[in-house]
């Protein structure tokens, strides 16, 4: 559906209600009605249009989860999340913060704060978007705590680079066009690596690449890049197609754009 995803009251009462089902199969619908603080019939119904929607199965009259609700139970799960990460980040007021100090920085000495490489640096004497004073003394690369925040933080977000890589069925790593990969790659000098299947970590280490986003990928991915990170993801068709979905989200719930590239590495 178009717009907030809080809004949908319907849909967010039925993955409630799945919820519920998936960590207890045995509770009752009158315990369920009163914690969601709606009628037992009201669950009743819901149950009927989950049961019908082939999200929710009642063998021997307890009901449970298929593995399409539960797949929707995570999918949408994550997709709240990423909207209340982009609310927040448009209504968090912060007054200090903790930076890397980028040279030596005294207390009460006022600094510029920058994201670079994925991480909030301290620059004295700096001027930025962004503007702070110095809460104690600190040294290059220590951490500093930095308070009377002013401004917004300038952000640059980083650029995603997707191989796309042959499903198992089709060859998978027996089957890649490893001098386009190893090209790709050369030209990318990504500061993450991220798999989104076996697949991809097979390929990954014929590339002597070594992942550092593996639980929760397309998460972890989406992290790295709104701090500016740049990241190479490998994943079969299913996966980099799970990956573009998720740039696009993002952009629909938070107005940002994330810059990507496919490349299918199958050989033709």
């Known amino acids: ?23 207890n199969p045995s509770v009752k619908r009158r315990e369920i009605a009163e914690r969601l603080g709606v009628t037992e019939q009201a669950v009743s119904q819901y149950i009927s249009d989950l049961e019908e ?67 909030l640096e301290a620059a004295p004497k700096a001027r930025s978007a962004s503007m702070g ?14 308070g009377s925040l002013e401004g917004v933080v300038e ?23 490893m001098p386009l990969a190893s090209k790709a790659v050369k030209d990318m000098e990504a500061g993450e690596v991220a798999v989104g299947d076996m697949v991809g970590e097979v390929v990954a280490s014929r590339l002597g690449l070594r992942p550092t986003l593996i639980h929760a990928p397309v998460q972890a991915t989406m992290n790295a890049l709104s701090k500016g990170l740049d990241v190479l993801f490998l994943g079969t068709h299913e996966s980099a197609e799970e990956m573009i979905r998720a740039t696009e989200r993002l952009k629909n719930q938070t107005g940002y754009s994330i810059f990507h590239r496919v490349i299918d590495i199958g050989k033709k």
């Open 1 to 23: 559906m178009k717009g907030y995803l809080l809004r949908d009251f319907k849909r967010n009462t039925e993955l409630l209600i799945l919820a519920e089902f998936l960590k």
């Open 53 to 119: 929607e082939a999200l929710l199965t009642s063998p021997k009259g307890h009901p449970k989860p298929t593995r399409k609700g539960v797949q929707l139970l995570q999918e949408r799960f994550i997709q709240l999340n990423e909207e209340i990460k982009g609310m927040l980040r448009q209504v968090q007021v912060m007054d200090t913060c903790v930076a890397i100090a980028a040279a030596t920085i005294r207390e009460g000495e006022h600094v510029g704060l920058v994201m670079r490489r994925g991480r």
């Open 133 to 146: 004073v110095a809460r104690s003394d600190a040294k290059k690369g220590e951490e500093l705590l930095v």
């Open 155 to 177: 952000l640059e977000l980083g650029e995603l680079l997707v191989l796309q890589l042959p499903s198992e069925i089709s060859g998978g790593s027996r089957n890649i066009d």
